[in-house]
């Protein structure tokens, strides 16, 4: 789904449930190609950070953000989280901070205090329900405690503080605990654009709550699902309706909060799927032309 910056619903999209999200957004960026947007920002969440979709953003003087995963381990992210510096706030829950380690592309650290409370919060819970799991086994034999560890890689959140033992003894990993105590209410993004702010990359990048607005809209008030077809051309047909449902929708929002529409006095933004683009021509001129060009595809 394609929505502006105040998520108004411009275009939507369909593809079967196995298709590879690597490969949807470059198709949606050539599909793009033909509106009259100047320039184009994409925003995209840590699903397509792979080096060649960044590659394919980038062309025709494109720009991204892109969020990258914290504990990927690469040698960018982990040099990002270890520079030093101070956060600016740019929101009642939000600071950034800007680290330069590419000539290329630029790192901004955003970090929720509120966020970071709750990370605490979730991680003492898991910590202390694998001590009562892990509590006298080193009385049990080697098979039990070997059954027990299986039965903790099942679950994620409590293996990844789990250490065994040169010995096969279960232990508390005290020193991952100190590692995601530096990543609480963190997230790192990626941004190509020289000469967006950090503030502007770290609130572009929020944009894509109107994306995941639109979709759990469609999802839980217009019921977009159950579908009661098997025919594509009427599974396409029945998500297009839900989208105009949405679209009429926002617009009577607009309407009744004249406020949402006009209120940022800067680019339009558009998301697509789980992506983003910025346009110079302002909200109620790129809403329109988006809104001709759909029209037009649609006679």
């Known amino acids: 789904m394609a929505v502006t910056r105040d998520g108004i619903p411009v275009r939507c999209w369909c593809w079967p449930g196995n298709a590879s999200d690597q490969t949807l957004i470059r198709q949606v960026k050539d599909e793009i190609r033909d509106w009259t947007l100047s320039k184009i920002v994409w925003v995209a969440d840590r699903g397509f950070s792979s080096a060649e979709n960044r590659r394919y953003l980038r ?37 950034v901070k800007e680290v330069r380690i590419s000539d290329t592309d630029r790192f901004v650290i955003c970090h929720n205090p509120e966020a970071a409370e709750h990370d605490r919060h979730m991680r003492e819970q898991l ?57 609480d209410g963190k997230y790192l993004l ?14 572009g990048y929020k944009q894509l709550l109107e994306v995941e607005r639109g979709w759990r809209d469609m999802k ?28 009429l929708i926002r617009i009577t929002e607009s309407f009744a909060r004249p406020s949402l529409l006009g209120a ?20 109620e001129s790129g809403f329109v032309s988006c809104l001709d060009r759909q029209r037009r595809t649609a006679q």
């Not at 953000?65 to 504990?71: A, F, H, N, S, Y």
């Not at 960018?76 to 956060?87: I, K, P, T």
């Not at 579908?227 to 309706?241: F, N, P, Q």
């Not at 697509?272 to 909200?283: D, E, K, L």
């Open 59 to 95: 062309k025709g003087d494109h720009a991204y953000i892109i969020g990258e995963k914290l504990r990927s381990g690469s040698p960018e992210v982990q040099a990002a989280l270890s520079r030093q510096g101070r956060y600016q706030d740019v929101g009642e829950n939000m600071r």
């Open 127 to 183: 910590v202390a329900q694998l001590a009562d799991l892990i509590t006298d086994t080193d009385k049990l034999s080697d098979f039990k405690r070997g059954e027990l560890r299986g039965l903790i890689a099942d679950k994620p959140g409590l293996n990844r503080y789990l250490r065994a033992t040169p010995a096969g003894k279960l232990r508390i990993d005290q020193a991952k605990i100190k590692a995601e105590e530096n990543l």
């Open 190 to 203: 990626r941004c190509s654009d020289p000469h967006l702010s950090a503030e502007d990359i770290a609130l």
């Open 220 to 247: 839980q008030i217009i019921d977009l699902r159950p579908v009661y077809h098997r025919l594509e051309e009427r599974i396409r047909a029945h998500v297009i309706l839900c989208w105009l449902a949405l679209l």
């Open 264 to 283: 940022r006095g800067r680019d339009v933004g558009v998301s697509a799927g789980r992506s983003a683009f910025y346009g110079p021509q302002g909200p």
